[in-house]
């Protein structure tokens, strides 16, 4: 689809549809209260476009990936939002300048297909393609080596990672349907298990039983694990 539908939460009713005739790769809300009429998706047509629901139009464009965008992240008490891309870069922008202010890309980078901010807002820690999650302090984007979890197996596929509501462990999928989980401090393996038939595309915390987490696949179900 070329287009994002924003719909009623209680019914699916479709309400709104926003479109550039491009395919969109993600979206994000801007989290702040006074701007939750406001969201920004990155595009494959290398842009990231910023959309106010009330009118339906476009306020902003980005325009500085030289490929398609596949990751949007507010960071910074949301002044600020973190882009990754099929170009192998990061990129930071502040929110409605459409100039990124730092730009990470070096020989040694890989495609981050996926990101995920941890719940202090201090990390953020990036599915790379060559089969780790690296880790960057939000505060000046800045790469913290000590922190490199390895083990899954995700080259060619969008894995989702996410933190633990503690913030003490990390989680994965990968690309044979098991789901990884690292403990932070030591970023060594804590388990590891075999969730689905098939990539292991998704994994989450529950944010209200934190003891619990939510997987899916591509062998199309949902788990949950306890």
Same mark, same amino acid.
């Given at each position: ?33 006074? /701007? ?30 030289? @490929?398609?965008?596949? +990751?949007? +992240? ?18 930071? #922008?502040? #929110? ?11 020989? @040694? ?30 505060? /000046? ?31 994965? @999928? ?10 932070? /401090?030591? +970023? ?39």
């Amino acid at each position: 689809s070329s287009g994002i539908n924003a719909e009623y939460g209680e019914t699916g009713e479709c309400v709104s549809k926003f479109t550039t005739h491009k395919i969109p790769y993600c979206v994000q809300f801007n989290p702040e209260p006074s /701007k939750q009429h406001l969201f920004i998706s990155g595009m494959a047509d290398k842009k990231i476009v910023g959309w106010d629901t009330r009118t339906g139009n476009i306020i902003q464009e980005y325009d500085r990936h030289l @490929g398609p965008v596949n +990751t949007v +992240t507010f960071i910074e008490r949301n002044i600020s939002f973190v882009s990754t891309s099929d170009d192998k870069s990061i990129r930071v #922008w502040d #929110w409605d300048i459409p100039v990124d202010r730092k730009h990470l890309a070096d020989p @040694g980078m890989h495609s981050i297909p996926s990101c995920t901010i941890s719940p202090t807002g201090k990390w953020l820690a990036c599915q790379s393609m060559d089969n780790k999650i690296t880790v960057f302090a939000t505060q /000046k984007l800045r790469l913290n080596r000590k922190k490199e979890f390895k083990g899954h197996m995700v080259a060619g596929y969008a894995c989702q990672c996410n933190f633990s509501p503690d913030s003490a462990y990390l989680v994965s @999928g990968d690309a044979d349907g098991r789901c990884f989980i690292w403990d932070w /401090k030591t +970023t060594k393996v804590y388990k590891r298990f075999k969730a689905h038939e098939g990539v292991c595309i998704g994994c989450v915390w529950l944010p209200h039983e934190t003891s619990k987490l939510v997987t899916c696949g591509w062998d199309g179900k949902i788990k949950l694990w306890d």
